[in-house]
C-alpha cells in the first residue's frame, strides 16, 4: 500500500465566495481537473474541503473515501494517532484536522466556534443546525492580502469609540457604559470584573433591537459617506462602510468597534481558539481547524444567527490584534525552505514550503497522517529507497502522506516556483 497519493477534494459554493476564476478555489479546482468541476462565471467559489468530515468527505481517485481507507489500512494513521484520538473516531479513519482554502469576496459571519463542553451541548440540543460534537479552533494562512476582524479590541480603544462615536454609544444603556468607560483603563484587562463589562457592552450592541440600531447605522454611514469623521473614529471608516455595502442594516457592521481589524500579508498566520469573535473580511487563505463545522453566528449573515449561545460562549479577553498572529518556526534542522505554523492545540500545524525551480526539500518523518496542497508552481513528492518512488504534483493538486514517512519534495520546471501547504498532525 503506498503511503502516498493523491486525492479528490470538494468544493463548497456559499454568498460570500469570490466569483469564477477570482477565486483560488476555483483556480485550483480547474488547474487540477477536480472531477465533476465545470467553471461558472458567475458562481462564487468559496471553499476547498480537505478532510474526512462527514458533511463533504474526500475521497482517493478511485473515490474510495480517504476514512474508509484509512479505517482500512491503521498504518498510514499511525497507531499513536489512533489511540490519542480513538475517542474522535481516529480507529474508523477519522482525522482530528480538516484542511480547507477559502476564497473570500465578501465579510464573513461575525462568529465564534464552541469549546469541546459547549459542543457536545450544541449537538445534543440541536443536532440539524450544530451537526457534530466536536470543538473547532482554527487557523488561517494567507496566500493573498487578508483582512479580518479578530478578537476584542483592547478596552481602551473600545472606550475611545464609546465616547467619540455616538450612534455605537447610542446602542449601550449608560449604566452599562459607565460602567464599562470605569474598567476600561485596568492593568489586568482579562479580569473577572473587565471581562464583565466587556460581556455586557457586546450583548447590548448584538441585542439591540432593530427600531433602536438601524437608524443609528442609517446616520453612521451618512456621516461618514458625506466626510464628517472624527480622529479617534478615522481607522474604522472604510470596514464599516464597506460591510454596510454588504450587509446593509445589519447588526454586525456595529463589530467593527468592538473587534480587532488586521491584514496579514501572503504567508503570515492567525490563530483563533475556541470562544474568540471573528469574521474573515477579504482574501484567499489556508486555513486548518479540528475536524468540525460548528458555527454559532450573530450578524452579517443570512444563516440562522445564535445570539444566546454567541454572547454566552465567548471568552471576553481582550488584546491587541498581534495576540493573534501565530509565530513561523524552523519546521526541522536543515530544512531551509519549510516554515512550520504550530498553533497550541494539538489537533494540526502546517508547514509551508517554498522551493525554486531545481530545489529540492526533505521533510522528516511526521508520527501522524498529512493531508496537503499545491498551491503554486508545480512539482514532485519523492519517497522510498533513493527516492526511488515518485508523485508529480502540480497547482490545485491535493495528496496524502502516511505516518512515518519521509518524503523529499522537488520544485520543477525552467521558472516559477513550488509552493506546497502540508497539514498535519502527531501525538506527542
Given at each position: 500500500?503506498?503511503p502516498?497519493f493523491?486525492?479528490?477534494p470538494?468544493?463548497?459554493?456559499?454568498?460570500?465566495?469570490?466569483?469564477?476564476?477570482?477565486?483560488k478555489?476555483?483556480?485550483?479546482?480547474?488547474?487540477?481537473?477536480l472531477?465533476?468541476?465545470a467553471?461558472?462565471?458567475?458562481?462564487?467559489?468559496?471553499?476547498?474541503w480537505?478532510?474526512t468530515?462527514h458533511?463533504?468527505p474526500?475521497?482517493?481517485?478511485?473515490?474510495?473515501?480517504l476514512?474508509?481507507?484509512?479505517?482500512?489500512?491503521?498504518e498510514l494513521?499511525g497507531?499513536?494517532?489512533?489511540?490519542?484520538?480513538?475517542?474522535a473516531?481516529?480507529?474508523?479513519?477519522n482525522?482530528?484536522?480538516?484542511?480547507?482554502v477559502?476564497a473570500?469576496?465578501?465579510a464573513?459571519?461575525?462568529?465564534t466556534?464552541?469549546?469541546k463542553?459547549?459542543?457536545?451541548?450544541l449537538?445534543?440540543?440541536?443536532?440539524?443546525?450544530y451537526?457534530?460534537a466536536?470543538?473547532?479552533?482554527e487557523m488561517?494562512?494567507?496566500?493573498?492580502?487578508?483582512?479580518a476582524?479578530?478578537?476584542f479590541?483592547p478596552?481602551?480603544?473600545?472606550?475611545?469609540?464609546l465616547t467619540?462615536v455616538?450612534?455605537?454609544?447610542?446602542?449601550?444603556?449608560?449604566?452599562?457604559?459607565d460602567?464599562?468607560?470605569?474598567v476600561?483603563?485596568?492593568?489586568?484587562?482579562t479580569?473577572p470584573?473587565?471581562?464583565?463589562?466587556?460581556?455586557d457592552?457586546?450583548?447590548?450592541?448584538m441585542?439591540?433591537?432593530p427600531?433602536?440600531?438601524?437608524?443609528?447605522?442609517?446616520?453612521?454611514?451618512?456621516?461618514?459617506?458625506g466626510?464628517?469623521?472624527?480622529?479617534?473614529?478615522?481607522?474604522v471608516v472604510?470596514?464599516?462602510?464597506?460591510?454596510h455595502?454588504?450587509?446593509?442594516?445589519?447588526?454586525?457592521?456595529?463589530?467593527a468597534?468592538?473587534?480587532?481589524?488586521?491584514?496579514?500579508?501572503?504567508?503570515e498566520?492567525?490563530?483563533l481558539?475556541?470562544?474568540?469573535?471573528?469574521?474573515?473580511?477579504?482574501?484567499?487563505?489556508?486555513?486548518?481547524?479540528?475536524?468540525?463545522?460548528n458555527?454559532?453566528?450573530?450578524?452579517l449573515?443570512?444563516?440562522?444567527?445564535?445570539?444566546?449561545?454567541?454572547?454566552?460562549?465567548?471568552?471576553?479577553?481582550s488584546?491587541?490584534?498581534?495576540?493573534h498572529?501565530?509565530?513561523?518556526?524552523?519546521?526541522?534542522?536543515?530544512?531551509?525552505?519549510?516554515?512550520?505554523?504550530?498553533?497550541?492545540?494539538p489537533?494540526?500545524?502546517v508547514?509551508?514550503t517554498?522551493?525554486?525551480?531545481?530545489?529540492?526539500?526533505a521533510?522528516?518523518?511526521?508520527?501522524?497522517?498529512?493531508?496537503?496542497i499545491?498551491?503554486?508552481?508545480?512539482?514532485?513528492?519523492?519517497?522510498?529507497?533513493?527516492?526511488?518512488?515518485?508523485?508529480e504534483?502540480?497547482?490545485?493538486?491535493?495528496f496524502?502522506?502516511g505516518?512515518?514517512?519521509e518524503?523529499?519534495?522537488v520544485?520543477?520546471?525552467?521558472?516559477?516556483?513550488?509552493v506546497v501547504?502540508?497539514?498535519f498532525?502527531?501525538?506527542?
Amino acid at each position: 500500500m503506498a503511503p502516498v497519493f493523491k486525492l479528490i477534494p470538494t468544493t463548497q459554493q456559499y454568498d460570500w465566495g469570490k466569483i469564477g476564476l477570482s477565486s483560488k478555489v476555483a483556480q485550483y479546482a480547474q488547474a487540477c481537473k477536480l472531477p465533476g468541476f465545470a467553471l461558472d462565471d458567475n458562481t462564487p467559489y468559496a471553499e476547498l474541503w480537505m478532510g474526512t468530515h462527514h458533511t463533504s468527505p474526500t475521497r482517493l481517485l478511485d473515490a474510495e473515501k480517504l476514512s474508509d481507507h484509512l479505517a482500512a489500512h491503521p498504518e498510514l494513521m499511525g497507531a499513536r494517532v489512533i489511540e490519542r484520538y480513538r475517542d474522535a473516531g481516529a480507529a474508523e479513519g477519522n482525522l482530528p484536522f480538516l484542511l480547507k482554502v477559502l476564497a473570500i469576496g465578501k465579510a464573513l459571519s461575525i462568529q465564534t466556534h464552541p469549546d469541546k463542553a459547549m459542543a457536545e451541548r450544541l449537538h445534543a440540543e440541536r443536532p440539524d443546525v450544530y451537526k457534530d460534537a466536536n470543538h473547532k479552533p482554527e487557523m488561517a494562512l494567507a496566500l493573498t492580502p487578508f483582512q479580518a476582524m479578530c478578537g476584542f479590541l483592547p478596552l481602551s480603544r473600545i472606550a475611545s469609540y464609546l465616547t467619540a462615536v455616538p450612534e455605537f454609544a447610542a446602542l449601550v444603556p449608560q449604566t452599562i457604559a459607565d460602567a464599562f468607560l470605569f474598567v476600561a483603563p485596568s492593568l489586568e484587562p482579562t479580569g473577572p470584573k473587565e471581562k464583565a463589562a466587556l460581556k455586557d457592552v457586546f450583548a447590548a450592541v448584538m441585542t439591540a433591537a432593530p427600531a433602536l440600531f438601524q437608524p443609528q447605522l442609517e446616520k453612521l454611514v451618512a456621516r461618514y459617506e458625506g466626510g464628517d469623521v472624527r480622529d479617534a473614529e478615522r481607522d474604522v471608516v472604510e470596514l464599516v462602510v464597506r460591510l454596510h455595502s454588504q450587509f446593509p442594516g445589519d447588526i454586525g457592521v456595529f463589530c467593527a468597534f468592538v473587534l480587532n481589524h488586521l491584514t496579514l500579508k501572503p504567508g503570515e498566520a492567525i490563530f483563533l481558539a475556541a470562544g474568540e469573535p471573528h469574521a474573515y473580511v477579504s482574501g484567499d487563505i489556508v486555513e486548518c481547524m479540528a475536524t468540525s463545522d460548528n458555527v454559532i453566528r450573530a450578524g452579517l449573515t443570512p444563516k440562522l444567527r445564535d445570539v444566546p449561545n454567541l454572547v454566552a460562549g465567548l471568552t471576553y479577553n481582550s488584546s491587541p490584534a498581534s495576540k493573534h498572529l501565530v509565530q513561523p518556526a524552523t519546521f526541522a534542522p536543515g530544512a531551509a525552505h519549510s516554515t512550520l505554523y504550530d498553533p497550541p492545540i494539538p489537533e494540526f500545524a502546517v508547514v509551508r514550503t517554498e522551493l525554486a525551480a531545481g530545489a529540492r526539500e526533505a521533510h522528516r518523518a511526521v508520527d501522524g497522517p498529512s493531508i496537503a496542497i499545491v498551491t503554486e508552481g508545480r512539482g514532485a513528492v519523492a519517497w522510498g529507497c533513493g527516492g526511488g518512488e515518485r508523485l508529480e504534483v502540480s497547482e490545485g493538486e491535493v495528496f496524502f502522506v502516511g505516518a512515518g514517512q519521509e518524503v523529499e519534495l522537488v520544485g520543477e520546471g525552467e521558472r516559477g516556483r513550488l509552493v506546497v501547504h502540508r497539514a498535519f498532525v502527531e501525538a506527542e
